[in-house]
């Protein structure tokens, strides 16, 4: 319901993983089809696994916000027009759901860092605004202070 009122009756631009996400909650490989299909595959993360990752992540707000709409305007277009960079980057973001998939279900949680990184890397190949200075040099700060990777929420501009 959250996807239809944000995306068809408001008109907002997005994806649907976020509406998703938030209704079922936990551990899910979700895959995205036309005509709307959406399969959601929960998946049976040892309780171990989980401490793990609690016990590992750190959530950093940037103290920056934007209308992600615009820069996902921005990716679609770029798909749109069949720009080769973009549509490679997709099809990486698309591999990099398969690798955390694996990794977690596997319990080869020190890959995951990594796994971050190789989808922010390609993510900022989507459009231009998905980073900006001051988030690189967040991103950089913490590799170097010995994060090995990260996600940035809000099409890339909200929260490292």
């Not at 305007?73 to 960079?85: H, I, L, S």
């Not at 997709?90 to 955390?100: D, G, I, N, S």
């Not at 080869?108 to 890397?121: P, T």
């Not at 605004?129 to 990260?150: F, H, L, M, R, S």
Request: charged fraction near 25%; avoid cysteine.
């Amino acid at each position: 319901m959250s996807y239809e009122i944000e995306r068809k009756d408001l008109g907002f631009v997005g994806g649907k993983q976020d509406q998703y996400a938030a209704t079922f909650g936990g551990f899910n490989f979700m895959e995205f089809y036309d005509n709307d299909k959406v399969i959601v595959n929960p998946l049976r993360v040892k309780p171990d696994y989980i401490n793990e990752l609690q016990f590992n992540i750190l959530l950093y707000y940037t103290g920056t916000s934007r209308l992600s709409s615009k820069i996902i305007e921005a990716q679609t277009q770029n798909v749109v027009q069949k720009k080769e960079k973009s549509i490679e980057a997709m099809h990486k973001l698309k591999e990099q759901a398969v690798l955390m998939k694996e990794a977690i279900l596997k319990g080869e949680l020190d890959k995951i860092g990594a796994i971050l990184d190789f989808g922010w890397q390609y993510k900022k190949q989507m459009a231009e605004g998905i980073t900006n200075p001051v988030i690189d040099e967040i991103y950089d700060i913490a590799k170097k202070a010995g994060a090995t990777g990260g996600k940035i929420s809000g099409a890339g501009g909200g929260v490292l």
